[in-house]
T-cell receptor, first 114, second 114 residues
């Protein structure tokens, strides 16, 4: 069974630019989650999508947005990049059902904003 | 607001020694997770604990959960260098649609010295 995949693995952008990160969940998983791991700030929840809809959102400004496609893959968009957006962005997927189901994490995309 | 605290945040220990690390959370949660993260890598699922008194073991690691005390412990037995990593605990709440989000502790960086 293939795991969660993310692309690209690394990305370098400059302030003010826009970036799109991509995530493909494990086959059969309908929920996709995005987390930000910035230096010194730990892992913070960004967004949760399930069945194509945004279900929950963390404390991030509106320039962080995303969507989920009919095949359950997802994109995270960040507009007007700021230096503090530099972080490892992790995507996770789960079956979307209760009962001890792990969120399985992808390898992450490391974003550097210069 | 759900908060998760881990202690210690840094631990340097010798091989073959035992140690216990702690994870406290602030409000009722449905599930507690332990993850491992190697430098520059993503999160590896270790354990999920669902109910009071739950105990799970994998190799030299054993995790337990006390929901009344809102406390989980991760016990390391006869540490080896390969256990060096950062260990995160996380909790979530489950709705009808699944896991809302994971709230992570700051992580404990473990270094096992020969």
């Amino acid at each position: 069974e293939a795991g969660v995949t993310q692309s690209p693995t690394h990305l370098i952008k400059t302030r003010g630019q826009q970036v799109t990160l991509r995530c493909s969940p494990i086959s059969g998983h309908t929920s996709v989650y995005w987390y930000q791991q910035a230096l010194g700030l730990g892992l913070q929840f960004l967004l949760w999508y399930d069945e194509g809809e945004e279900r929950n959102r963390g404390n991030f400004p509106p320039r962080f947005s995303g969507r989920q496609f009919p095949n359950y893959s997802s994109e995270l968009n960040v507009n007007a990049l700021e230096l503090e957006d530099s972080a490892l962005y992790l995507c996770a997927s789960s079956r979307g059902l209760a009962g001890g189901r792990f969120q399985f994490f992808g390898p992450g995309t490391r974003l550097t904003v210069l | 607001e759900l908060k998760v605290e881990q202690n210690p945040l840094f631990l340097s220990m010798q091989e073959e020694k035992n140690y216990t690390i702690y994870c406290n959370y602030s409000t009722t949660s449905d599930r507690l997770y332990w993850y491992r993260q190697d430098p520059g890598k993503s999160l590896e699922s270790l354990f999920v604990l669902l109910s009071n008194g739950a105990v799970k073991q994998e190799g030299r690691l054993m995790a337990s959960l006390d929901t009344k005390a809102r406390l989980s412990t991760l016990h390391i037995t006869a540490a080896v260098h390969d256990l060096s990593a950062t260990y995160f605990c996380a909790v979530d709440r489950v709705t009808q649609g699944g896991s809302e989000k994971l709230v992570f502790g700051k992580g404990m960086k473990l270094t096992v010295n020969p």
